[in-house]
């Protein structure tokens, strides 16, 4: 069961077999007065009812710290009060403060009074915290389905393009054509906890990648990539929470099932929390790249060089169950051949929507995602095999929706409808593509 999910499940479970006042709150006006309310609070912090009512409010707002604060009041008038130390429990799980989080949660179920089906949540809880306190940890996930394209061999929009500076009709062959694939993605993630009182971690992530067309198989595509290096943290006496991680990459592509290119470089990024809720992490990454030529792909080595990226990815929320993604990133990249180098300027944004569904008798944890966005890439010369007096200027959007649906525990599905449109001086390359995928989703 999703962490969030089970969250809500303990609380309703328990709010829901009390018949004391403390489940008799009234129902929370979203338009009341935060700081008007607080004020009430701090003037009568005896009143259960005005406390969490705050508390609620201070939730809904993603304001966790002043959550916690009014449900400890409640424990100073009242210290046998489960429910206020479940709350807490659980908000300091959301926080990270996996240490406190376990001191409360224990503290909650200590009444023999406790309901089974709420001590039976929290030791999920309490065994989760347990791997995330261990020094070694390591986290899987797996999604594998298929998916349909309207444009899969991404061919142009139309039938005449351009070669050698001379309009000429399209070969069949590189038309726009659909297609279906089967597609797998898995991502692992390990992390070592040096144990010091900095926070110093170990940190490596591989990734691999491969779809199998249906019918274009020059389309078939698979990648591997492996990042690992240090997290370090950056003046953990003053400011907590911030770090730099320094790392290699190493990867490869596989195109129509033959080597494309390898991928050897660096990384360094940067994580700076604003707040308990909004981090913005500066990335910087450096790929010395080689391309391979092969029957499908017959020059493709004139790609052959060095790749420079540099980003920020900045991320927050709104409120308890709406968070923001934002990734503004530019992108150097110098070829061997001209024509084949760019510079790319693009930006990112998600909004990822969290929600329980009541199915089975469990809550069940779905997030929907809507994103979009736009890039632009320059060519550094006019490509002479194409047109040698244009040179390519490119103006990509698109926009698209996922959803992950637990289904039971870590399993569930994925569904994601994605629309892209690119367009280009060049008629070769002004394109259009619809996708839709679905399938499975693993975590462990």
Not at 296 to 303: E, I, K, N, T
Not at 343 to 358: E, N
Request: proline content about 5%; some cysteine.
């Amino acid at each position: 069961m999703g962490r969030v999910a089970f969250a809500a499940a303990l609380l309703g479970i328990w709010l829901g077999c009390s018949s004391n006042s403390v489940a008799q709150v009234a129902p929370l006006d979203p338009r009341g007065d935060f700081d008007a309310m607080f004020q009430r609070v701090l003037a009568d912090p005896s009143n259960v009812e005005l406390t969490l009512r705050f508390a609620a409010l201070a939730k809904e707002r993603g304001d966790y710290e002043s959550a916690i604060g009014a449900y400890e009041r409640l424990l100073f008038y009242n210290p046998s009060l489960g429910q206020a130390k479940l709350e807490i429990g659980v908000l300091y799980f959301q926080l990270g403060s996996y240490s406190a989080a376990r001191s409360y949660l224990q503290a909650a179920i200590e009444s023999p009074q406790t309901p089974p089906q709420v001590r039976a949540l929290v030791d999920e809880y309490l065994a989760e915290i347990e791997r995330r306190l261990s020094p070694n940890r390591l986290t899987v996930l797996f999604h594998s389905g298929f998916r349909y394209q309207t444009n899969a061999s991404a061919g142009p929009g139309g039938d005449i393009i351009r070669q050698g500076g001379q309009d000429v009709v399209l070969d069949t062959t590189f038309a726009r054509r659909p297609d279906w694939n089967w597609f797998g993605l898995g991502v692992a993630e390990y992390v070592h906890d040096f144990g010091n009182q900095r926070g110093d971690l170990f940190e490596a992530t591989f990734s691999g990648y491969y779809a199998k067309q249906f019918e274009v198989q020059r389309l078939n595509l698979g990648a591997l990539e492996l990042q690992a290096g240090p997290r370090l943290a950056l003046f953990p006496e003053s400011f907590t929470g911030a770090s730099m991680k320094i790392y290699g990459i190493g990867g490869g592509v596989w195109l129509a099932d033959r080597p494309y290119y390898a991928a050897l470089g660096t990384g360094v990024s940067v994580r700076i929390p604003l707040g308990p809720f909004t981090i913005v992490e500066p990335v910087f990454e450096y790929r010395d790249r080689r391309f391979y030529d092969s029957p499908d792909y017959p020059v493709a080595s004139q790609q052959t060089g060095q790749d420079f990226i540099y980003a920020a990815n900045v991320s927050g929320r709104l409120n308890n169950a709406v968070r923001w993604l934002v990734r503004g990133s530019y992108e150097q990249n110098f070829a061997d051949f001209d024509f084949n180098s760019y510079r790319k300027m693009a930006l990112d944004v998600g909004f990822p929507i969290s929600f329980t569904v009541a199915w089975g008798g469990a809550n069940l944890q779905w997030t929907f995602t809507p994103y979009a966005g736009i890039s632009q890439v320059s060519y550094g010369a006019a490509n002479p095999a194409i047109d040698p007096t244009v040179t390519r200027e490119d103006h990509e959007w698109h926009v698209g929706a996922s959803l992950d649906a637990q289904l039971y525990k870590n399993a569930g599905v994925r569904v994601q409808v994605y629309y892209t449109v690119n367009e280009s001086n060049i008629v070769n390359f002004a394109l259009k593509n619809f996708a839709v995928s679905f399938g499975p989703l693993v975590r462990f």
